[in-house]
């Protein structure tokens, strides 16, 4: 199976009042990719510390559909995931986001302040 790439877009509002993810999947070889979404969350994202520590995760406290659904990526073609941390703590971060399927991981991960 080939693979996708991932690139993970992080906005900081002006006044720091949030913080804003998109998580890029593409398929950029030749051939379709298909893969098998584990529930109703298609992507979740994670803030971690310098040392590792997660500070928030956007599925903690969510609830998702149990059904595995699945999906297939044509050649070239992108899917934009999005979450938002709301009232974000000062500081400096990781943020990670990754695509929830089951057959290949696919994550970006990027550094940003607040």
């Known amino acids: 199976m080939s693979s996708l790439d991932a690139s993970l877009e992080v906005t900081v509002d002006g006044g720091g009042q949030r913080v804003a993810f998109a998580l890029v999947v593409e398929n950029a070889g030749y051939d379709p990719v298909s ?3 584990r529930d109703s969350g298609d992507a979740d994202f994670a ?7 997660e500070v928030w995760r956007w599925s903690d406290g969510r609830v998702f559909a149990q059904a595995l659904r699945p999906a297939e990526f044509a050649p070239g073609e992108s899917a934009t995931f999005e979450a938002e941390w709301p009232d974000p703590r000062p500081g ?3 943020a990670v986001g990754e695509l929830r399927v089951r057959e290949v991981e696919v994550r970006a991960e990027t550094p940003f302040s607040v």
């Open 35 to 37: 893969v098998t979404f």
């Open 47 to 53: 803030v971690l510390t310098a040392d590792g520590e």
């Open 92 to 94: 400096d971060y990781t």
